[in-house]
């Protein structure tokens, strides 16, 4: 699926037709950017908010660092509607395939799923906020 082999995703309650205002939303409540997380031990992560649209997809560019700071992984991060109802949301690091099995790749792994849970709850809280949720 990706380079390394390895990717992490989220389903989200969002109303798929109405993803592009959420990503509105979102770009214009984040003054820089891009959004940034420091996320304890495991590293720190940072996701540009100009997302590009083709269809249903959303994508836009991320990168991961490692907890020293020293490591820099690119990922791709992509929302796609995939239901009426129901967002995909897939954070996947772009590393080489040697890489994805080592322990820095378990590591790599952890801090995508905690750069995704942080990137899910702001969406989440803009689609809850507009109304474009479920339950909203």
């Given at each position: 699926?990706?380079?390394?082999?390895?990717?992490?995703?989220?389903?989200?309650?969002?109303?798929?037709?109405?993803?592009?205002?959420?990503?509105?939303?979102l770009?214009?409540?984040?003054?820089?950017?891009?959004?940034?997380?420091?996320?304890?031990?495991?590293?720190?992560?940072?996701?540009?908010?100009?997302?590009?649209?083709?269809?249903?997809?959303?994508?836009?560019?991320?990168?991961?660092?490692?907890?020293?700071?020293?490591?820099?992984?690119?990922?791709?991060?992509?929302?796609?509607?995939?239901?009426a109802?129901e967002?995909?949301?897939?954070?996947?690091?772009?590393?080489?395939?040697?890489?994805?099995?080592?322990?820095?790749?378990?590591?790599?792994?952890?801090?995508?799923?905690?750069?995704?849970?942080?990137?899910?709850?702001?969406?989440?809280?803009?689609?809850?906020?507009?109304?474009?949720?479920?339950?909203?």
């Amino acid at each position: 699926m990706d380079r390394g082999g390895m990717s992490v995703a989220r389903t989200l309650p969002i109303d798929g037709a109405l993803l592009g205002d959420v990503m509105l939303r979102l770009r214009r409540d984040t003054s820089s950017g891009r959004l940034r997380w420091t996320l304890g031990n495991r590293g720190a992560a940072e996701i540009d908010v100009c997302f590009t649209s083709a269809g249903p997809a959303w994508t836009t560019k991320a990168r991961l660092w490692s907890h020293a700071g020293m490591v820099v992984t690119p990922a791709r991060l992509q929302l796609v509607a995939t239901a009426a109802d129901e967002v995909r949301l897939t954070l996947e690091p772009l590393l080489p395939t040697a890489r994805a099995g080592s322990h820095q790749g378990c590591e790599l792994l952890d801090l995508a799923r905690a750069a995704l849970d942080e990137l899910a709850e702001e969406l989440l809280w803009h689609a809850t906020r507009a109304g474009l949720t479920q339950g909203g």
